[in-house]
């Protein structure tokens, strides 16, 4: 029998609710966890209680969404959790542009509280007071005192994602359920019913309703929380959805690639995103959406450079973090970076490049990291470059030759080498004060970094002002 345990302050809140005579309920997604035998990311409470009432039995409350009925509680985090969020019971009605409830009824009605929920899965509900008496509790006892008025418990052993009700009047209400159904059916495995299914095809003009924000953050969670993410980039394809956000992915869709490549385009980002590390993944996704656009035969000159400018204006678009554009659009614009082999020179243009083939001398190594945003982004590229490679068994691909570089790279690290320009010991407030003035300014901390990249040593506060006098002084004759 599986143990359940959860956290001491969700059963205190419970027991103040019901003193004041109003019933509390732990609701929605935590209890689907606990039922798939997963420790749930948050908790959250459903009560009768109003939430003026709530808020009068806990004075540690804020009004977090309270015009929605909804009420955090700051909590004791020795009792396990430092919030919960408490919601009134509530039905929503005449909901605007499948995006906003024109109005919110609170309701002293469980029953009515669980039909305005999106999927079966989700519209669970447990009393806290029934399960609050028993010191060890089982799943097997938690089944026990389970409220599913939608059969949400077939529907969770038969790993379906099935709307609540009617699914078009579910999706009308809230088109962003489309993206959550595909953004679930990922994250657990499951499949979607074949009912909600068609719902979705039917209404999926709908999410074009939606602030972009909302979309962001379902593609985020399904990027990033999937096991296997690209059946949920599946499912937005086929519901129609990827087209409405991210057509740019669809050009490669069907399209060939080469001789040297197993899949066709679309295929390849997909398995490349299955094989990448969580931190990487949106570059993974991402790295070759510029091949569509650069196909020339079996060649796709330029495809990185076009790709990074692709990626920058999706994720702008989707309005990711400035930071966040900045490295993935990094990792895939340089994502096909040369890498020195250790082997033999077999074919005559690898010949001609011998001299180059021996490695990167320990400047140009400096310099490629700083280009690409610092020694983490390079060991994030390094991690792109490897799940690339891996997406393709026909690609030869010596992993020796990357974990020789990897090496260098960390040893120049650790010799506190310079790898961006912010690591030279002058700024541009040191060269106004030597009567340097706008561009000039930039050109001369270019200037310094190309120095200290060859040597180093020279990277020292008093050296680098006397060589910025210097050339003052020679372009003063």
């Not at 554009?325 to 005559?348: A, C, Q, S």
């Not at 590229?381 to 570089?405: Q, T």
């Amino acid at each position: 029998m599986k143990l359940i345990n959860l956290p001491k302050s969700i059963f205190h809140v419970a027991e103040r609710l019901e003193k004041n005579d109003f019933e509390a309920y732990l609701v929605g997604g935590s209890v689907r966890d606990i039922l798939l035998g997963k420790e749930p990311k948050d908790y959250d409470i459903t009560t009768s209680a109003t939430p003026e009432e709530v808020m009068n039995i806990f004075p540690t409350s804020v009004p977090t969404g309270i015009k929605f009925g909804t009420v955090t509680v700051l909590l004791d985090p020795n009792d396990g959790l430092d919030e919960v969020q408490i919601t009134t019971f509530r039905s929503e009605k005449e909901y605007i542009a499948s995006r906003w409830p024109s109005h919110v009824e609170f309701t002293r009605s469980l029953d009515e509280d669980l039909k305005r929920r999106d999927f079966t899965i989700n519209a669970f509900a447990i009393r806290l007071i029934d399960i609050s008496q028993y010191d060890a509790l089982t799943q097997e006892l938690f089944f026990d005192y389970l409220i599913d008025l939608f059969d949400g418990e077939n529907d969770l052993k038969n790993k379906l994602i099935k709307a609540v009700g009617n699914p078009d009047e579910r999706f009308q209400e809230d088109a962003l359920r489309m993206l959550r159904a595909c953004r679930l059916a990922s994250c657990l495995s499951f499949k979607i019913e074949k009912n909600t299914f068609e719902s979705i095809l039917r209404n999926v003009e709908l999410v074009k309703n939606l602030s972009i924000e909302r979309v962001r953050d379902e593609f985020i969670k399904l990027i990033e929380e999937s096991p296997k993410p690209s059946y949920g980039i599946e499912l937005l394809r086929e519901t129609g959805i990827l087209q409405i956000f991210i057509p740019e992915l669809l050009e490669g869709y069907g399209m060939k690639h080469n001789r040297y490549h197993v899949d066709n385009i679309y295929d390849h980002y997909l398995r490349t995103l299955d094989i990448a590390p969580i931190e990487i993944r949106f570059a993974a996704l991402f790295h070759d959406i510029g091949k569509p656009r650069t196909k020339d035969g079996e060649h796709f000159y330029g495809h990185d450079k076009v790709g990074a400018e692709m990626t920058k204006s999706i994720l702008t678009r989707l309005k990711f973090p400035k930071n966040q554009i900045e490295k993935i659009t990094n990792l895939v614009r340089w994502h096909m970076f040369y890498i020195p082999t250790d082997g033999d020179v077999k074919d005559e243009k690898t010949k001609r490049n011998e001299s180059f083939m021996r490695g990167w001398s320990d400047a140009a190594i400096r310099r490629f990291v700083n280009k690409v945003g610092g020694y983490e982004n390079f060991d994030d590229l390094i991690k792109l470059r490897i799940s690339d490679a891996l997406a393709n068994p026909h690609r030869s691909f010596n992993p020796e030759d990357v974990i020789r570089l990897s090496k260098r790279v960390a040893e120049l690290k650790e010799q506190d080498a310079l790898f961006k320009l912010k690591d030279l010991k002058v700024n541009g407030d040191d060269l106004k004060e030597l009567g340097l003035k706008g561009k000039s300014i930039g050109e001369m901390l270019g200037y310094l970094y190309e120095i200290v990249v060859e040597d180093p040593s020279k990277n020292q506060r008093e050296i680098l002002l006397d060589i910025v006098k210097q050339k003052i002084d020679q372009q003063s004759i």
